[in-house]
C-alpha cells in the first residue's frame, strides 16, 4: 500500500513537472533564440575584423578590445551612458512614487490621469522624439518661446554640449515615468490596509506611514523598477540617434554606447568592432546588475 501511494504520487509530480515545462517552454525557447543566441554570435563577431563587403571576416583575437580600452570615444560614450542612467533612474522613479500615492488614494478622475501618464510609454518613440525636437527647438520651440515671455534668452536644447545630454534625459524621464507609476501602483495596492489600521493607533501620520510602512513594503516593487531603469537607461538609442547627429556640436557630450555600436557596425561597416563595444556595454550591465542583487538583501523586505 506504502509503495502504491508512494508510485501515485511520483506520478502526480512528475505530471506537474512536465506541465510546469509547458508552459515556461515558450519563454525559455524565446529567451534562447531572442538573447542567448545573439549573445553567443556578437561575443564570436568581437573576435574579427569585418571584411570588405561585409565578407570575409578576418580572425584578430584580442585586437578589437586593446583598440576598445584605448579609445577615448569609447570610454567617452561610457561615461555618456552612466551619466543619463543617474540623471534618469532616481527622477523616474522618485516622480512615479509620487504619482503612484496620489493614485492610490482617494482623488477624483484617477483612471483618466494614470491613462494619461501611461500614455508617453505606448506612443512610438519617433513620434515622441519628432516632437520634443519641435519643443527643443532654438527658434520656434514652444519651450524657447515661454522663456521669451519669462524675459529669458534661448537656449540650445540639442547644440550646446552642457545641455544637450540633459535634454536627451527630460526625455527619457517623461517617457518612463508613467511605466514605472504602473508597476509601482500595483505593489501599493498589495500591501494590506492592517499594516495602516496599526500605525495609525500608534499614533503615525500620513508621512510616517510612508517612511515606515509604504517604502519598506513597496521596495520589492521598487526593486524592480530599479533593476529594469537602469538596464534600460544604459541601452539609450533611439532619442540620440534621432536628436544628435554625427557633425552636431553635442555629439561627443551625448553619444551612448549603443549609438556608437551603431556607427560602427552599420555606418563604419566594422562590425567587428562594434559587437566589442556591445560586449563592454553588456558587461558594464551585468557588474551594476550583480551590484543591486547583493544590495537588495540589506533593503528589500518581502512579505
Not at 66 to 85: C, E, F, I, M, P
Not at 241 to 252: K, L, S, T, V, W
Amino acid at each position: 500500500m506504502t509503495n502504491a501511494r508512494a508510485n501515485r504520487i511520483s506520478k502526480s509530480m512528475l505530471n506537474e513537472w512536465y506541465w510546469g515545462w509547458f508552459l515556461v517552454a515558450p519563454t525559455i525557447v524565446g529567451l534562447i533564440i531572442l538573447n542567448i543566441i545573439p549573445i553567443g554570435q556578437t561575443l564570436y563577431m568581437s573576435f574579427f575584423k569585418s571584411g570588405d563587403f561585409g565578407k570575409g571576416n578576418l580572425f584578430v583575437g584580442f585586437d578589437n578590445y586593446r583598440k576598445l580600452l584605448s579609445d577615448d570615444q569609447v570610454w567617452h560614450a561610457v561615461k555618456n551612458t552612466l551619466l543619463y542612467a543617474v540623471m534618469v533612474v532616481p527622477t523616474s522613479i522618485v516622480i512615479a512614487l509620487i504619482a503612484a500615492v496620489l493614485m492610490n488614494g482617494k482623488l477624483r478622475g484617477k483612471s483618466l490621469y494614470r491613462t494619461i501618464y501611461f500614455i508617453p510609454m505606448i506612443a512610438a518613440p519617433a513620434a515622441v522624439t519628432m516632437v520634443w525636437r519641435w519643443l527643443y527647438n532654438t527658434k520656434f520651440g514652444l519651450i524657447n518661446y515661454g522663456l521669451s515671455k519669462l524675459g529669458l534668452g534661448p537656449v540650445d536644447w540639442t547644440t550646446d554640449p552642457n545641455v544637450a545630454l540633459v535634454s536627451i534625459a527630460i526625455i527619457g524621464i517623461w517617457s518612463v515615468v508613467g511605466y514605472n507609476m504602473v508597476l509601482l501602483l500595483a505593489g501599493l495596492q498589495e500591501i494590506p490596509r492592517d499594516y495602516y489600521e496599526a500605525s495609525e493607533i500608534d499614533g503615525a501620520g500620513k508621512l510616517r506611514q510612508f517612511v515606515v510602512v509604504t517604502v519598506p513594503l513597496l521596495s520589492p516593487a521598487l526593486f524592480f523598477v530599479l533593476v529594469t531603469s537602469i538596464i534600460q537607461a544604459m541601452q539609450v538609442f533611439d532619442v540620440i540617434y534621432m536628436m544628435i547627429d554625427i557633425q552636431n556640436p553635442a555629439y561627443d557630450n551625448t553619444v551612448s554606447l549603443v549609438y556608437l555600436f551603431y556607427n560602427n557596425s552599420f555606418k563604419y561597416s566594422n562590425k567587428g568592432y562594434g559587437s566589442a563595444i556591445v560586449m563592454l556595454l553588456l558587461a558594464i550591465i551585468m557588474i551594476i546588475t550583480v551590484i543591486q542583487m547583493r544590495a537588495q538583501k540589506k533593503w528589500v523586505k518581502y512579505m
